[in-house]
């Protein structure tokens, strides 16, 4: 039984070693994918080009993060009242707040789902990260959607793929979402050989078991959450366009509104293997922008830029929020 007890210890702290040297790793990754690109973009050229950015721009791109953040909160209200039959305003923007704070360097972001749940003390940690993840779960189908479509367009005209293949894909990706459109408003249509047979599949069966989670959602709710979702998702892209527009002082708007999809449908399917995306984020923007004939540095200044606005200092915030309640 002592024996027992020991090997258990010690598999308890194996794990926790395993989960430290991995969080390590991960950083180790950023601080890598960030020297990496520093060193392939010229660090002067980008001094430059901050130095040369449009201030009006930046500044329009700054006055919108508070409709970003608005857009959050009407999101998460929504599904905390609904699911966890919340309405309190404040909880929920501390609930917010807290979790952009717990989730910004914290490995594929899951210290989000215990830092919305800090503020509902009241409620099951495990209901809380349910609800946190019905609410991400709508904006992966929405950039998994528009950037499909922006990724087919993106290889048709950049990389000369013949139409008829263009075509095909895009009947492909219709007919998926055309089917989960059914599977949303239809609950019982789970309920069949299809749906099986994709469960059971390998590659796609963990995805179709996360969806699951639709079949209880009300269509109202999910009509609603759609709407704030598509809302929040164009005024990211919008950030994103106006802060390419700022850093290359050209005006674009078609190809950065393009580019700005493609960087978060690349962003969302790539593993995390960093914290907070830092690193794939920068790749994908240089990649995508230098395709269409913009220079590197901008591009890098444009992506770390928005997380600097969007994610750092509503972090940042999040932190002031959880020492004064601390205090309290």
């Not at 249509?189 to 179709?208: A, E, H, M, T």
Request: charged share 15%; hydrophobic share 55%.
């Amino acid at each position: 039984m002592i024996e027992l007890g020991l090997d258990k210890k010690k598999t308890k702290e194996s794990l926790g070693l395993n989960k430290y040297y991995l969080t390590a790793l991960k950083i180790v990754i950023a601080a890598g994918l960030i020297a990496f690109i520093l060193y392939k973009v010229n660090a002067v050229q980008v001094y430059k080009a901050f130095t040369n950015a449009n201030l009006y721009l930046i500044a329009l791109v700054i006055a919108l993060t508070a409709l970003n953040l608005t857009l959050q909160y009407k999101k998460w209200k929504l599904t905390s009242s609904v699911l966890l039959h919340e309405s309190n305003s404040k909880k929920i923007w501390y609930s917010l707040f807290f979790g952009i704070a717990a989730g910004s360097f914290t490995p594929a972001r899951i210290g989000e789902y215990f830092g919305r749940a800090m503020e509902f003390k009241d409620k099951p940690v495990l209901q809380v990260t349910i609800a946190t993840l019905t609410d991400k779960f709508f904006a992966f189908v929405v950039v998994v959607f528009i950037g499909s479509i922006a990724s087919i367009l993106f290889i048709h005209f950049y990389y000369g793929v013949n139409s008829l293949i263009t075509v095909s894909l895009f009947l492909v990706q219709f007919l998926l979402f055309y089917f989960f459109i059914m599977l949303l408003l239809h609950p019982k249509l789970w309920n069949n050989n299809i749906v099986d047979y994709l469960v059971s599949r390998k590659r796609i069966g963990p995805f179709f078991k996360q969806l699951a989670i639709i079949k209880s959602l009300d269509k109202n709710y999910t009509a609603r959450m759609m709407g704030w979702t598509l809302l929040f998702y164009s005024c990211y892209i919008i950030q994103f366009a106006l802060l390419t527009a700022a850093f290359t002082n050209h005006n674009n708007y078609f190809h950065y509104l393009w580019a700005g999809n493609l960087v978060m449908f690349a962003k969302s399917v790539i593993p995390p293997v960093s914290l907070a995306e830092i690193g794939i984020r920068e790749g994908a923007s240089i990649f995508f922008l230098t395709k269409m004939g913009e220079l590197a540095p901008s591009a890098f200044d444009a992506s770390i830029f928005l997380f600097f606005i969007n994610v750092l200092v509503p972090s940042l915030i999040g932190v002031v929020l959880l020492f004064r309640k601390n205090n309290d």
